[in-house]
């Protein structure tokens, strides 16, 4: 191997930066969007409620089915405390499609509040990115310890949180251009069992997307540390300060 072969200490510095980046964008990721166990608890009860109403069109039994093993859920968060604000959306989506459905008694009703959602969400992350704050970045910023500093002092990983905002915007928006048509002219098992097949897969690839484009994107600057570092330098400006006075007191008295 020639010495032109050879990595440079800088490549192999360059490299572990990189993966450090990646496996920092992997577990903020993870944290913000709930990992496996988040989509099994958005998955779960939905799933029980079709499941149900197909076999014996009970809308009551269904809902409360439902409800009770989105509480379930939280209970078991709570014993193992774990962090519950995944579970506890759960149980505040599947209790408004729960009353939704009982106010209305119909039980498709009951996928309505959470298709508005998707849908209002979808146009959240579509107007923002337009404002040029994309919402990804107001929801990630705080993960990775950057606030808004991306925003005026990192434009590369501005751009790359429009991008991954417009991937959400329009895959949610796909979504809903398939669930409210159905809502319209297919029946409850109809539209429970394509609902819940759209669960994971769309959600899966937003959060790849995002990964990508944060991945390729510059690191983020950490605020915090920042703040740090300037009280720090602050208390031993005035430390090195009481230090000279004292200092100076001395030699006058001597003098």
């Known amino acids: 191997m020639t010495s032109l072969d050879k990595p440079t200490e800088d490549t192999t510095a360059e490299d572990t930066t990189a993966a450090d980046a990646r496996a920092v964008t992997e ?11 988040g989509m099994v608890e958005t998955v779960v009860p939905g799933l029980l409620f079709v499941t149900i109403f197909t076999i014996n069109k009970d809308l009551h039994m269904s809902a ?9 859920l ?27 459905a009982m106010m209305t008694g119909n039980a498709k009703d009951f996928y309505l509040p ?18 040029g704050v994309p919402l990804i970045g ?7 310890k950057e606030n808004l500093s991306w925003r005026t002092r990192n434009p590369g990983r501005k751009k790359a ?11 949610l928006l796909a979504k809903c251009s398939i669930l409210f048509p159905l809502y319209w002219w297919a029946n409850t098992a109809q539209l429970g ?13 937003a959060v790849w997307l995002t990964w990508v484009f944060l991945a390729k994107a510059p690191a ?26 004292e200092v100076g007191g001395r030699h006058r008295r001597d003098g």
Do not use: N, Q
């Open 27 to 37: 577990a903020a990721l993870f944290e913000a969007f709930g990992g496996v166990r």
């Open 64 to 72: 409360i089915a439902a409800l009770a093993v989105s509480l379930v």
């Open 74 to 100: 939280v209970v078991i968060r709570l014993v193992r405390k774990d962090t519950v604000k995944h579970a506890f959306s759960g149980v505040f989506g599947v209790a408004f499609g729960v009353v939704f």
């Open 114 to 131: 959470g298709m508005l959602y998707t849908l209002g969400l979808a146009l959240a992350y579509i107007i923002t990115t337009l404002c």
């Open 138 to 144: 107001l929801m990630l910023g705080p993960v990775f």
């Open 161 to 171: 949180y429009a991008k991954a905002s417009w991937a959400w915007g329009l895959i």
């Open 193 to 205: 069992w394509v609902l819940v097949a759209l669960k994971i897969p769309p959600f899966l690839l």
């Open 220 to 245: 983020p600057i950490d605020v915090f540390a920042e703040m740090e570092a300037e009280e720090k330098a602050e208390a031993e400006r005035k430390a090195a300060a009481e230090v000279g006075a």
